[in-house]
Protein backbone atom coordinates (compact mmCIF):
# COMPACT_ATOMS: atom_id res chain seq x y z
CA UNK A 1 0.00 0.00 0.00
CA UNK A 2 1.42 3.61 -0.62
CA UNK A 3 1.53 6.38 1.75
CA UNK A 4 -1.43 7.59 0.51
CA UNK A 5 -3.78 4.50 1.57
CA UNK A 6 -2.16 5.33 5.32
CA UNK A 7 -2.87 8.88 5.89
CA UNK A 8 -5.98 11.25 5.85
CA UNK A 9 -6.69 12.79 2.72
CA UNK A 10 -5.86 15.79 3.93
CA UNK A 11 -2.17 15.27 4.29
CA UNK A 12 -2.23 14.80 0.45
CA UNK A 13 -1.78 18.62 0.37
CA UNK A 14 1.06 18.90 3.11
CA UNK A 15 3.87 21.00 1.87
CA UNK A 16 2.34 21.77 -1.81
CA UNK A 17 2.76 25.33 -0.94
CA UNK A 18 5.86 25.38 0.70
CA UNK A 19 8.39 23.84 3.69
CA UNK A 20 8.00 26.84 5.84
CA UNK A 21 6.16 25.04 8.72
CA UNK A 22 7.40 21.77 8.08
CA UNK A 23 7.91 20.06 10.73
CA UNK A 24 5.60 22.04 13.25
CA UNK A 25 2.82 21.27 15.49
CA UNK A 26 0.10 23.84 15.67
CA UNK A 27 -2.67 23.43 17.66
CA UNK A 28 -5.70 25.59 16.21
CA UNK A 29 -8.28 26.66 18.93
CA UNK A 30 -11.74 27.57 17.59
CA UNK A 31 -14.04 30.03 19.76
CA UNK A 32 -17.95 31.04 19.25
CA UNK A 33 -17.25 33.64 16.72
CA UNK A 34 -18.59 33.60 13.39
CA UNK A 35 -15.67 33.73 11.84
CA UNK A 36 -15.09 30.29 12.90
CA UNK A 37 -16.24 29.39 9.15
CA UNK A 38 -12.90 30.08 8.03
CA UNK A 39 -10.96 27.76 9.98
CA UNK A 40 -11.11 24.94 7.74
CA UNK A 41 -9.60 27.01 5.08
CA UNK A 42 -6.83 28.51 7.69
CA UNK A 43 -5.77 24.88 8.56
CA UNK A 44 -5.47 23.97 5.15
CA UNK A 45 -3.43 26.78 4.47
CA UNK A 46 -1.22 26.19 7.35
CA UNK A 47 -0.78 22.43 6.09
CA UNK A 48 -0.10 23.63 2.78
CA UNK A 49 3.02 25.54 3.90
CA UNK A 50 4.11 21.79 6.10
CA UNK A 51 2.41 22.01 9.44
CA UNK A 52 0.53 19.16 11.42
CA UNK A 53 -2.63 20.73 12.87
CA UNK A 54 -4.39 19.68 15.72
CA UNK A 55 -7.55 21.20 16.49
CA UNK A 56 -9.45 22.22 19.91
CA UNK A 57 -12.88 23.44 20.30
CA UNK A 58 -15.31 25.44 22.93
CA UNK A 59 -18.84 23.85 23.14
CA UNK A 60 -19.97 27.38 21.64
CA UNK A 61 -18.01 26.99 18.47
CA UNK A 62 -20.17 23.83 17.61
CA UNK A 63 -22.76 25.77 17.37
CA UNK A 64 -20.68 27.46 13.72
CA UNK A 65 -18.98 24.58 12.96
CA UNK A 66 -19.44 21.02 13.39
CA UNK A 67 -15.74 19.50 14.26
CA UNK A 68 -16.74 16.88 11.75
CA UNK A 69 -15.80 19.58 9.62
CA UNK A 70 -13.03 20.71 11.50
CA UNK A 71 -11.14 16.81 11.27
CA UNK A 72 -11.64 17.50 7.91
CA UNK A 73 -9.62 20.12 8.15
CA UNK A 74 -6.91 18.90 9.68
CA UNK A 75 -7.02 15.45 9.02
CA UNK A 76 -6.49 14.76 13.11
CA UNK A 77 -9.14 14.23 15.65
CA UNK A 78 -10.36 17.16 17.33
CA UNK A 79 -10.79 17.96 20.77
CA UNK A 80 -13.81 18.65 22.18
CA UNK A 81 -13.47 17.66 25.59
CA UNK A 82 -10.57 17.36 27.84
CA UNK A 83 -10.17 13.09 29.17
CA UNK A 84 -7.26 11.59 30.62
CA UNK A 85 -5.18 11.51 27.91
CA UNK A 86 -4.44 14.97 28.94
CA UNK A 87 -4.30 16.55 26.12
CA UNK A 88 -3.35 20.00 27.29
CA UNK A 89 -0.75 18.94 28.64
CA UNK A 90 0.65 16.97 25.70
CA UNK A 91 0.53 19.14 23.48
CA UNK A 92 1.54 22.62 26.24
CA UNK A 93 2.79 21.23 28.61
CA UNK A 94 6.31 22.04 29.83
CA UNK A 95 7.21 18.76 27.43
CA UNK A 96 4.58 19.48 24.91
CA UNK A 97 4.57 18.45 21.39
CA UNK A 98 3.03 21.66 20.08
CA UNK A 99 5.36 24.12 18.58
CA UNK A 100 2.11 26.98 19.04
CA UNK A 101 -0.94 27.61 20.18
CA UNK A 102 -3.27 29.68 17.47
CA UNK A 103 -6.56 30.43 18.97
CA UNK A 104 -8.64 31.86 15.62
CA UNK A 105 -11.14 33.35 15.78
CA UNK A 106 -11.13 34.56 19.35
CA UNK A 107 -14.22 35.82 21.20
CA UNK A 108 -14.04 38.79 23.57
CA UNK A 109 -15.46 36.07 25.79
CA UNK A 110 -12.11 34.15 25.44
CA UNK A 111 -9.82 36.84 25.29
CA UNK A 112 -11.21 37.95 28.76
CA UNK A 113 -11.18 34.47 30.95
CA UNK A 114 -7.64 33.83 29.31
CA UNK A 115 -6.09 37.08 30.89
CA UNK A 116 -7.65 36.64 34.00
CA UNK A 117 -7.03 33.06 34.95
CA UNK A 118 -10.62 31.55 33.90
CA UNK A 119 -10.64 27.97 32.66
CA UNK A 120 -13.57 26.81 32.19
CA UNK A 121 -13.26 25.43 28.28
CA UNK A 122 -10.82 22.90 26.44
CA UNK A 123 -9.20 26.08 24.24
CA UNK A 124 -9.22 28.14 27.66
CA UNK A 125 -7.14 25.09 29.55
CA UNK A 126 -4.89 24.87 26.73
CA UNK A 127 -3.93 28.66 27.16
CA UNK A 128 -3.61 28.58 30.91
CA UNK A 129 -1.01 25.60 30.09
CA UNK A 130 0.60 27.34 27.57
CA UNK A 131 0.95 30.54 29.41
CA UNK A 132 2.62 28.14 32.23
CA UNK A 133 4.49 26.32 30.44
CA UNK A 134 6.09 29.26 27.39
CA UNK A 135 4.71 27.33 24.78
CA UNK A 136 4.57 29.99 21.83
CA UNK A 137 1.00 31.77 21.73
CA UNK A 138 -1.11 33.64 19.24
CA UNK A 139 -4.54 35.08 19.10
CA UNK A 140 -6.43 36.34 16.54
CA UNK A 141 -9.70 37.94 17.40
CA UNK A 142 -13.17 38.35 15.64
CA UNK A 143 -16.00 40.20 17.38
CA UNK A 144 -18.09 43.34 16.52
CA UNK A 145 -16.57 46.55 17.13
CA UNK A 146 -18.18 47.75 20.32
CA UNK A 147 -17.18 44.64 21.81
CA UNK A 148 -13.35 45.03 20.60
CA UNK A 149 -13.42 48.59 21.83
CA UNK A 150 -14.41 47.77 25.74
CA UNK A 151 -12.18 49.36 27.95
CA UNK A 152 -12.14 45.48 29.75
CA UNK A 153 -11.54 43.91 26.29
CA UNK A 154 -8.70 46.41 25.44
CA UNK A 155 -7.35 45.44 29.02
CA UNK A 156 -7.08 41.87 28.47
CA UNK A 157 -5.35 42.05 24.96
CA UNK A 158 -2.88 44.49 26.94
CA UNK A 159 -2.17 42.08 30.03
CA UNK A 160 -1.56 39.03 27.17
CA UNK A 161 0.54 41.13 25.05
CA UNK A 162 2.71 41.75 28.76
CA UNK A 163 2.62 38.19 28.87
CA UNK A 164 4.01 37.44 25.89
CA UNK A 165 0.78 36.79 23.79
CA UNK A 166 1.08 37.73 20.54
CA UNK A 167 -1.58 39.07 17.90
CA UNK A 168 -3.00 39.73 14.34
CA UNK A 169 -5.15 42.68 14.55
CA UNK A 170 -8.21 42.35 13.32
CA UNK A 171 -9.47 44.71 10.27
CA UNK A 172 -12.46 46.81 10.63
CA UNK A 173 -15.22 46.57 8.13
CA UNK A 174 -19.21 47.45 8.81
CA UNK A 175 -18.86 47.83 12.33
CA UNK A 176 -16.76 44.35 13.17
CA UNK A 177 -13.60 43.96 14.36
CA UNK A 178 -13.44 41.17 11.00
CA UNK A 179 -10.75 38.28 11.36
CA UNK A 180 -7.29 38.65 9.68
CA UNK A 181 -7.08 37.23 6.41
CA UNK A 182 -5.50 33.52 5.86
CA UNK A 183 -2.62 35.14 4.76
CA UNK A 184 -1.62 37.21 6.98
CA UNK A 185 -2.24 35.03 10.02
CA UNK A 186 -0.36 32.04 8.28
CA UNK A 187 3.03 34.87 7.48
CA UNK A 188 2.41 35.55 11.14
CA UNK A 189 2.70 31.99 11.86
CA UNK A 190 5.46 31.64 9.94
CA UNK A 191 7.18 34.37 11.67
CA UNK A 192 6.79 33.30 15.25
CA UNK A 193 8.17 29.50 14.70
CA UNK A 194 9.51 29.01 11.53
CA UNK A 195 13.13 29.41 10.25
CA UNK A 196 14.59 32.56 11.41
CA UNK A 197 18.08 32.49 10.27
CA UNK A 198 17.18 36.23 9.82
CA UNK A 199 16.77 36.82 13.16
CA UNK A 200 19.00 40.10 13.77
CA UNK A 201 19.48 41.13 10.55
CA UNK A 202 18.82 44.17 8.74
CA UNK A 203 17.64 44.01 5.09
CA UNK A 204 16.36 46.66 2.81
CA UNK A 205 14.66 45.76 -0.18
CA UNK A 206 13.58 47.37 -3.66
CA UNK A 207 10.68 46.42 -5.43
CA UNK A 208 8.78 47.56 -8.76
CA UNK A 209 8.64 49.94 -11.31
CA UNK A 210 9.44 53.64 -10.98
CA UNK A 211 7.47 56.50 -12.65
CA UNK A 212 8.85 59.39 -14.07
CA UNK A 213 6.63 62.45 -14.53
CA UNK A 214 5.69 64.14 -17.68
CA UNK A 215 3.45 66.32 -16.70
CA UNK A 216 1.00 66.82 -13.41
CA UNK A 217 -1.09 63.66 -15.01
CA UNK A 218 1.28 61.58 -17.74
CA UNK A 219 4.56 59.59 -16.52
CA UNK A 220 6.76 57.57 -18.25
CA UNK A 221 7.23 53.51 -16.53
CA UNK A 222 7.99 49.90 -17.25
CA UNK A 223 5.97 46.90 -17.04
CA UNK A 224 6.94 45.58 -13.13
CA UNK A 225 4.71 45.09 -11.41
CA UNK A 226 6.88 44.62 -8.02
CA UNK A 227 5.74 41.15 -6.74
CA UNK A 228 9.16 40.10 -6.67
CA UNK A 229 9.84 42.47 -4.38
CA UNK A 230 6.76 42.05 -2.26
CA UNK A 231 7.68 38.44 -2.23
CA UNK A 232 11.11 39.27 -1.09
CA UNK A 233 10.11 41.39 1.55
CA UNK A 234 7.58 38.57 2.92
CA UNK A 235 9.92 35.90 2.89
CA UNK A 236 13.01 38.04 4.75
CA UNK A 237 10.03 38.95 7.25
CA UNK A 238 8.84 35.64 7.56
CA UNK A 239 12.52 34.46 8.54
CA UNK A 240 13.34 36.97 11.66
CA UNK A 241 14.71 40.23 9.79
CA UNK A 242 14.09 43.40 10.26
CA UNK A 243 12.37 44.71 6.80
CA UNK A 244 12.24 47.66 4.65
CA UNK A 245 11.03 47.77 0.60
CA UNK A 246 11.10 50.86 -1.36
CA UNK A 247 8.41 51.00 -3.92
CA UNK A 248 5.25 52.39 -5.48
CA UNK A 249 3.05 49.73 -4.14
CA UNK A 250 1.36 49.70 -0.35
CA UNK A 251 1.85 46.39 1.45
CA UNK A 252 0.05 47.66 5.43
CA UNK A 253 1.38 44.76 6.97
CA UNK A 254 2.77 45.11 10.50
CA UNK A 255 5.88 44.39 11.14
CA UNK A 256 7.33 45.64 7.52
CA UNK A 257 8.40 48.81 7.06
CA UNK A 258 7.83 50.77 3.83
CA UNK A 259 9.38 53.82 2.10
CA UNK A 260 6.91 54.92 -0.60
CA UNK A 261 8.34 56.30 -3.61
CA UNK A 262 7.22 57.25 -7.20
CA UNK A 263 11.02 58.28 -9.55
CA UNK A 264 14.10 56.69 -9.87
CA UNK A 265 15.31 59.93 -7.99
CA UNK A 266 13.17 59.48 -4.96
CA UNK A 267 14.04 55.57 -4.84
CA UNK A 268 17.38 56.50 -4.69
CA UNK A 269 17.97 59.08 -1.90
CA UNK A 270 15.38 57.14 -0.04
CA UNK A 271 17.54 53.75 -0.08
CA UNK A 272 20.81 55.99 0.61
CA UNK A 273 18.93 57.78 3.35
CA UNK A 274 17.91 53.53 4.79
CA UNK A 275 20.76 52.51 4.32
CA UNK A 276 22.94 54.90 6.65
CA UNK A 277 20.62 53.71 9.71
CA UNK A 278 22.61 50.41 8.72
CA UNK A 279 21.70 47.23 7.09
CA UNK A 280 23.00 43.77 6.39
CA UNK A 281 22.19 43.96 2.96
CA UNK A 282 20.36 45.68 -0.22
CA UNK A 283 18.57 43.54 -2.36
CA UNK A 284 17.87 46.32 -5.48
CA UNK A 285 14.80 44.17 -7.25
CA UNK A 286 12.91 47.88 -8.36
CA UNK A 287 12.76 48.29 -12.58
CA UNK A 288 14.52 51.43 -12.39
CA UNK A 289 13.96 53.87 -15.13
CA UNK A 290 16.79 54.21 -17.30
CA UNK A 291 15.57 58.08 -18.30
CA UNK A 292 13.90 60.78 -17.07
CA UNK A 293 12.85 63.79 -18.32
CA UNK A 294 11.89 67.44 -17.26
CA UNK A 295 8.40 67.95 -15.97
CA UNK A 296 6.37 70.41 -17.29
CA UNK A 297 4.34 72.14 -14.43
CA UNK A 298 1.30 72.04 -16.57
CA UNK A 299 -0.95 69.18 -18.74
CA UNK A 300 0.68 69.01 -22.22
CA UNK A 301 -2.45 69.66 -24.25
CA UNK A 302 -3.79 66.54 -26.58
CA UNK A 303 -4.88 67.05 -30.31
CA UNK A 304 -0.98 67.40 -31.59
CA UNK A 305 -0.09 65.30 -34.46
CA UNK A 306 3.34 64.98 -32.65
CA UNK A 307 4.81 65.36 -29.55
CA UNK A 308 8.66 65.11 -29.08
CA UNK A 309 10.20 63.94 -25.46
CA UNK A 310 13.69 64.80 -25.27
CA UNK A 311 14.73 61.98 -22.41
CA UNK A 312 18.01 62.25 -20.28
CA UNK A 313 19.67 59.47 -18.21
CA UNK A 314 18.51 58.84 -14.55
CA UNK A 315 21.38 58.30 -11.72
CA UNK A 316 22.11 54.74 -11.12
CA UNK A 317 21.29 53.24 -7.73
CA UNK A 318 23.88 50.08 -8.14
CA UNK A 319 26.74 53.19 -8.37
CA UNK A 320 25.70 55.43 -5.71
CA UNK A 321 25.44 52.88 -3.11
CA UNK A 322 28.49 50.73 -3.85
CA UNK A 323 30.76 54.07 -3.98
CA UNK A 324 28.96 54.84 -0.91
CA UNK A 325 28.86 51.65 1.12
CA UNK A 326 32.07 49.78 -0.22
CA UNK A 327 31.61 46.75 2.26
CA UNK A 328 27.87 46.33 2.03
CA UNK A 329 26.18 43.08 0.71
CA UNK A 330 24.60 43.41 -2.20
CA UNK A 331 21.96 41.88 -4.56
CA UNK A 332 21.24 42.89 -8.00
CA UNK A 333 18.42 42.45 -10.70
CA UNK A 334 19.30 41.99 -14.64
CA UNK A 335 16.53 41.96 -16.86
CA UNK A 336 16.98 41.24 -20.74
CA UNK A 337 14.89 39.51 -23.39
CA UNK A 338 15.70 37.71 -26.42
CA UNK A 339 19.21 36.35 -25.55
CA UNK A 340 20.13 33.04 -25.18
CA UNK A 341 20.72 31.55 -21.97
CA UNK A 342 25.05 31.81 -22.25
CA UNK A 343 24.20 35.98 -23.34
CA UNK A 344 21.86 36.38 -19.94
CA UNK A 345 24.64 34.89 -17.67
CA UNK A 346 27.22 36.99 -19.69
CA UNK A 347 25.27 40.12 -19.10
CA UNK A 348 24.67 39.29 -15.81
CA UNK A 349 28.40 38.64 -14.54
CA UNK A 350 28.88 42.14 -16.51
CA UNK A 351 26.67 43.59 -14.19
CA UNK A 352 28.16 41.69 -11.19
CA UNK A 353 31.49 42.84 -11.87
CA UNK A 354 31.08 46.62 -12.84
CA UNK A 355 29.40 47.33 -9.33
CA UNK A 356 30.82 44.74 -7.19
CA UNK A 357 28.20 42.44 -6.41
CA UNK A 358 27.75 39.46 -4.61
CA UNK A 359 24.29 37.47 -6.52
CA UNK A 360 23.05 38.77 -9.62
CA UNK A 361 19.29 37.61 -10.19
CA UNK A 362 19.38 37.11 -13.93
CA UNK A 363 15.92 36.31 -16.91
CA UNK A 364 14.74 36.90 -19.99
CA UNK A 365 11.19 38.36 -20.08
CA UNK A 366 10.19 37.40 -23.51
CA UNK A 367 10.03 34.04 -21.34
CA UNK A 368 7.84 34.84 -18.10
CA UNK A 369 8.81 36.90 -15.16
CA UNK A 370 6.74 40.63 -15.44
CA UNK A 371 3.71 40.63 -14.16
CA UNK A 372 3.23 36.65 -13.76
CA UNK A 373 3.30 35.12 -10.78
CA UNK A 374 6.17 33.10 -11.80
CA UNK A 375 9.77 33.36 -13.28
CA UNK A 376 12.69 31.50 -14.56
CA UNK A 377 16.05 32.63 -13.20
CA UNK A 378 20.10 32.23 -12.73
CA UNK A 379 21.39 33.60 -9.90
CA UNK A 380 25.17 34.09 -9.75
CA UNK A 381 27.68 34.70 -6.81
CA UNK A 382 31.15 36.77 -7.07
CA UNK A 383 32.45 32.98 -6.33
CA UNK A 384 32.38 31.92 -10.63
CA UNK A 385 30.70 28.98 -9.48
CA UNK A 386 27.96 27.53 -11.92
CA UNK A 387 24.26 29.92 -11.82
CA UNK A 388 21.66 28.42 -9.60
CA UNK A 389 18.70 28.19 -12.10
CA UNK A 390 15.47 28.49 -10.73
CA UNK A 391 12.05 27.86 -12.19
CA UNK A 392 9.00 28.74 -10.13
CA UNK A 393 6.82 30.77 -8.11
CA UNK A 394 8.11 34.24 -6.89
CA UNK A 395 8.08 33.22 -3.75
CA UNK A 396 10.43 30.14 -4.45
CA UNK A 397 13.00 32.73 -5.97
CA UNK A 398 12.89 34.68 -3.49
CA UNK A 399 13.43 31.90 -0.74
CA UNK A 400 16.61 30.83 -2.93
CA UNK A 401 17.96 34.02 -3.16
CA UNK A 402 17.93 34.77 0.73
CA UNK A 403 19.34 31.20 1.23
CA UNK A 404 21.79 32.44 -0.94
CA UNK A 405 22.17 35.71 1.42
CA UNK A 406 22.66 33.77 4.95
CA UNK A 407 25.45 31.65 3.50
CA UNK A 408 27.40 35.04 2.79
CA UNK A 409 25.95 37.02 5.79
CA UNK A 410 27.01 34.30 8.40
Known amino acids: MNNYGRTHPTKWIQ ?3 SSSLDGKTIVLGVTGSIAAVRVVELARELIRNGAEVYAVTTDASKWIINPCALHYATGNDVITELTGVLEHVKFCGFKGCADLLLIAPATANTISKIAN ?16 SDIPFMVVPAMHESMYNHPGVVENIDKLKLWGVSFV ?28 DFAGKKVLITGGATAEPIDPIRFLT ?34 INEVYVESADQMIDAVLNELGKGYDALISS ?9 ESPHKIKSGKDELSLVLKPTRKLLYEVRNSYPELVIAGFKAENGVTVDEL ?22 KKGMGDKTNEVYIMNSYNTNPLHVNGSKRL ?6 DKLVEKLS
Open 397 to 402: IASKLL
Open 15 to 17: NQK
Open 169 to 196: DPYFKEGVAKIASNDMIVLNVEHAIGNN
Open 117 to 132: GIDDTPVTTFATTALG
Open 345 to 366: ILRAKNLQQKYGLDFVVANDVD
Open 286 to 294: AAISDYTID
Open 222 to 255: NRSSGKTGVELALEAYRRGSEVTIVHRNQLNIPG
